[in-house]
């Protein structure tokens, strides 16, 4: 089991960037795939980005087109998020999910039931 905690959220104007943070407590980080998923009002969850455990793989939603980036680092027992070129329809909160030795693709559909708190991001027109 790990414990996540979300940060780096916040309000930004379309075309601006965020890096979100994920840190995990708890032993064996290097263990888990590692994943993002938003939730928009009135909307269900969906998945964003995730890496494997063994970090050989990324997987990312097909919105995304390039925009956001996925990375851990293991020394740090985080996962991270960067998104570029933010739009008001990247608005919702955000989620990571960890799941033991999982890859990027399986995350994506899959993503266990290991979730934190979520971070905001509210991106303005």
């Known amino acids: 089991q790990v414990q996540l905690v979300e940060s780096g959220g916040g309000l930004v104007q379309a075309g601006g960037s965020l890096r979100l943070s994920c840190a995990a407590s708890?032993?064996?980080?290097?263990?888990?795939?590692m994943g993002w998923f938003r939730q928009a009002p009135g909307k269900e969850r969906e998945f964003v980005a995730a890496i494997s455990w063994n970090v050989i793989s990324t997987y990312y939603a097909d919105f995304i087109k390039g925009r956001f980036t996925i990375s851990r680092d293991n020394a740090k027992n985080t996962v991270y998020l960067q998104m570029n070129s933010l739009k008001p329809e990247d608005t919702a909160v955000y989620y990571c999910a960890a799941r033991r030795f999982t890859t990027a693709q399986t995350m994506s559909v899959t993503p266990g039931d290991q979730w934190g708190q979520g971070t905001q991001v509210t991106v303005s027109s």
């Open positions: 708890g032993r064996a980080f290097s263990s888990y795939g």
